[in-house]
Nanobody, 122 residues
């Protein structure tokens, strides 16, 4: 059974940092791409970052380039999203997803986690 479980969200001040985790199980991480998406109230789900472990391709939205970084812990089958220099506009529910290719298009992902809330506020 495929599962993705996000954790690490919370309340942080502007300029602060958070690291989100996406624990995966039920599939081989090397065969999939993992994407991070976010959805703020009243807005569409937005592709933030994604990586293909099959070919190493990556994508970062312009709004997060230089601030967010994806990484992976092979032993734990966990993918991370390191978020630095956080801004109030980064406030959203963050989701990780697994799919066949690294793309910011949410509809192309097959499996989704339940989401974790990130709030950037003073």
């Amino acid at each position: 059974q495929v599962q993705l479980v996000e954790s690490g969200g919370g309340l942080v001040q502007p300029g602060g940092s958070l690291r989100l985790s996406c624990a995966t199980s039920g599939f081989t991480l090397d065969d999939y791409a993992i994407g991070w998406f976010r959805q703020a109230p009243g807005k569409e789900r937005e592709g933030v970052s994604c990586i293909s472990f099959a070919d190493g391709s990556t994508y970062y939205a312009d709004s997060v380039k230089g601030r967010f970084t994806m990484s992976r812990d092979n032993a734990k089958n966990t993918v991370y999203l390191e978020m630095n220099s956080l801004k109030p506009e980064d406030t959203a529910v963050y989701y990780c997803a697994a799919g066949p290719i690294a793309t910011p298009i949410a509809s192309l992902y097959d499996y989704w986690g339940q989401g974790t809330q990130v709030t950037v506020s003073s």
